[in-house]
């Protein structure tokens, strides 16, 4: 009823067209940077294939869900295990003990097959080529099969139960298509919130795979004549590779444009569905392309980790031809080689079994996770590694001079840099919300005293917290804060309306409270179209506060880099030179704020950069810490360091607030460090 005789044959053309598919990821991942079309192929050639499996051995009356499950265990297991293991040890060899944690993790959530899931929490690009990129991240692929493969013989099993109680293949068409329009209506509906994470939902892939799905059901009831069939081959690879070639950088996959390459290769499986040999057939079934589409799956997770550590290695972005070519080579080489020592243990009675495959991958991931709970372990201690008293009260200078490379700081400094959190669990979770979770003040400083201050703001004001808390304290000041995170205060960006909403409830909450001192960022640094400037939202901001006869301080934005400062450290053998960056590329000549001060006689600005840059450079390093704890946020350590210069420069621009540093108070200024923990303020 389902299979014709057209269908029945081995497609050998499928299997080079993934081999085609394959080589065009390679490129693409290589030099180009963009969706190329060929992981949705892939997820529609997966659909189609297992779908006609079961189709073939329904209609033979042979069919074992069982079965099913055994030869996807068989046929994956020892690829995944191969995979992960290799590019696990590489990892821990050539990256630093910074990027064990999340490498350790990343094996485990591919070996238990939901690392996509993983990718999806921590909304990974996976065309950029950041400080870290992960050489697991290609794996996503191989979790969603799984999970589809998980629940394919349901949905197939449950329309064919139907389609033979109608005596037709219609339901399982309906029930096929109802799926494949839900999962891309849901695609649509989220994936310009959430674009990165999109990508690698599941949900927002299901789509794909249930077209492979559906192509397969309808393959079984056609057959067409050669000429059009060899027509519809050229017009669907050259639909295929037009999309691959014109596709936009910002192309947002798999959304409406993911129907071009998913069309294509629709086209590309029915053109074989003819009982002659067609041009287009003899081409995709040439020895060359077959021997790299039954490799396709191996050098599509092995090419990955080749590219990320050789250009990590490298110190670059985009490699050259060259170097590109010779990456090209060795993953069709070693995949070739991974095939055959698969094809050697699957053959091995042992191996034949998909209960080893899986008892393989579990003990594999029970003895990663114990180094997993180790590490995790050590961040979270890293996290709420208690402060030392001395930071606050040490002497910082100001930047001058050429910067001398050093010494490189000890492993566990670059990973208190990165890691560590002010406040703790509490302060993480409660007092730096996202803006949708509505208003969160919380209080620091002198809880007891009567004076307020207010520091408001997305993550540039919330990494001054430490000083701020310190200086608080030292002067006898209540703080509370109003954070949330993506959300500089009054500086609307596409997309984020919900700020909008935050910002409403704050400044009905300053008015309700009437604290003598408003604190947040007076400049940005984030608009990559202008070095420095003043948002028209902070002015607004600023008018709003004079009107309720409320003073501002402003502080200027401090640099930003393209590098993970923390990972860039570990990674570098002259890290002050790698990791620094020009001023005059990161800051505006002068401070932009500046024009707007005094005009009131409420406006009050404070400039930190000198104890960023010098008159030409910004360092990683500063005054014997480590700047950044990544690309744009100030450590806590560094942070507390200046708590000192801050209270001076505050003691300067509002006096008649602020009084007191560290130093005049002596052993106070251990107490206000080690008493850090914030409280939320009850409504």
């Not at 550590?309 to 070693?334: D, R």
């Not at 917290?465 to 954070?483: C, E, G, Q, S």
């Not at 028209?536 to 402003?554: H, T």
């Not at 005049?664 to 914030?678: E, K, L, T």
């Amino acid at each position: 009823m389902i299979v014709s005789s057209a269908s029945e044959r081995y497609r050998a053309d499928l299997t080079g067209f993934r081999g085609l598919c394959a080589l065009i990821i390679v490129v693409f991942h290589l030099w180009i940077l963009r969706p190329s079309g060929g992981v949705d192929a892939f997820c529609i050639l997966a659909g189609f294939l297992m779908t006609t499996s079961i189709l073939k051995a329904y209609s033979r009356r042979t069919y074992s869900t069982l079965s099913f499950y055994s030869r996807v265990i068989q046929r994956i297991g020892p690829v995944l295990l191969i995979s992960v293991l290799g590019t696990l040890v590489a990892g821990l060899i050539f990256y630093p003990e910074l990027n064990w944690p999340r490498l350790i993790n990343e094996s485990i959530a591919s070996l238990l097959q939901f690392q996509n899931i993983y990718l999806m929490t921590v909304s990974a690009d996976y065309f950029a080529r950041d400080a870290f990129t992960s050489p697991f991240q290609q794996l996503w692929f191989l979790s969603t099969f799984f999970q589809f493969a998980a629940l394919l013989p349901i949905i197939i099993l449950s329309g064919l139960a139907l389609s033979r109680k109608w005596g037709t293949y219609l339901p399982l068409v309906a029930i096929l298509t109802t799926l494949a329009m839900a999962s891309f209506f849901y695609t649509l509906s989220i994936i310009n919130i959430h674009p990165e994470a999109t990508y690698f939902d599941p949900l927002a892939r299901a789509w794909q795979f249930l077209a492979g799905s559906l192509a397969a059901v309808i393959a079984g009831s056609l057959s067409l004549p050669p000429r059009f069939a060899n027509f519809l081959g050229w017009a669907a690879l050259g639909l295929f590779l037009l999309a691959a070639y014109l596709m936009p950088m910002d192309a947002l996959f798999p959304g409406w444009l993911a129907l071009l390459p998913v069309s294509a290769c629709i086209g590309v499986i029915i053109s074989g569905l003819t009982l002659s040999e067609t041009y287009f057939y003899r081409l995709m079934s040439s020895p060359y392309l077959t021997h790299l589409g039954k490799d396709s799956l191996l050098i599509y997770l092995i090419h990955w980790p080749i590219i990320v550590f050789t250009l990590f290695l490298a110190g670059e972005k985009t490699p050259s031809f060259l170097t590109g070519f010779t990456i090209i080579i060795a993953s069709v080489c070693l995949a070739r080689l991974a095939n055959i020592l698969i094809s050697k243990l699957q053959h091995s009675y042992m191996w034949a079994n998909a209960y080893v495959s899986v008892g393989a991958c579990l003990a594999f991931a029970i003895t990663s996770s114990s180094a997993a709970v180790y590490y995790n372990g050590k961040l979270e201690q890293l996290k709420h590694d208690p402060y030392t008293a001395s930071i606050a009260g040490s002497k910082v200078q100001a930047l001058t001079g050429e910067f001398a490379e050093e010494k490189r700081p000890s492993s566990a400094a670059i990973m208190r840099a990165a890691y560590h959190r002010y406040g703790g669990r509490q302060e993480k979770t409660s007092c730096m919300p996202h803006a949708r979770a509505g208003l969160i003040p919380c209080t620091y400083g002198d809880k007891s005293a009567s004076r307020i201050i207010v520091l408001v703001g997305g993550s540039h004001s919330h990494q001054w917290l430490p000083a701020f808390d310190v200086v608080a304290r030292v002067n006898k000041l209540r703080l509370v804060t109003f954070f949330a995170n993506g959300c500089p205060y009054g500086y609307f960006t596409e997309g984020r309306d919900y700020c909008k909403n935050w910002y409403s409830e704050v400044l009905k909450e300053i008015e309700s409270i009437r604290p003598e001192l408003v604190i947040s960022t007076s400049t940005t640094t984030k608009d990559a179209q202008r070095v420095e400037f003043v948002p028209e939202g902070f002015i607004k901001f600023w008018q709003e506060l004079e009107r309720l006869e409320i003073s501002f301080l402003g502080v200027r934005d401090n640099p930003r880099f393209s590098k993970h400062i923390p990972q860039c450290i570990a990674s570098s053998n002259k890290f002050i030179e790698a990791c620094s960056g020009q001023r005059a590329d990161k800051l505006a000549e002068t401070n932009p704020s500046l024009m707007f001060e005094g005009k009131t006689g409420r406006r009050y600005f404070v400039d930190m950069t000198d104890y960023f840059c010098n008159e030409t450079n910004c360092p990683p390093i500063a005054n014997g810490h480590i700047v950044y704890s990544d690309q744009d946020h100030l450590t806590v350590d560094y942070s507390l360091a200046l708590a000192d210069v801050l209270a001076n420069e505050l003691i300067k621009a509002v006096p008649a607030i602020f009084s007191a540093t560290c130093k005049d108070v002596g052993a106070a200024c251990a107490s206000a460090v080690s008493g850090h923990d914030s409280e939320k303020i009850t409504q």
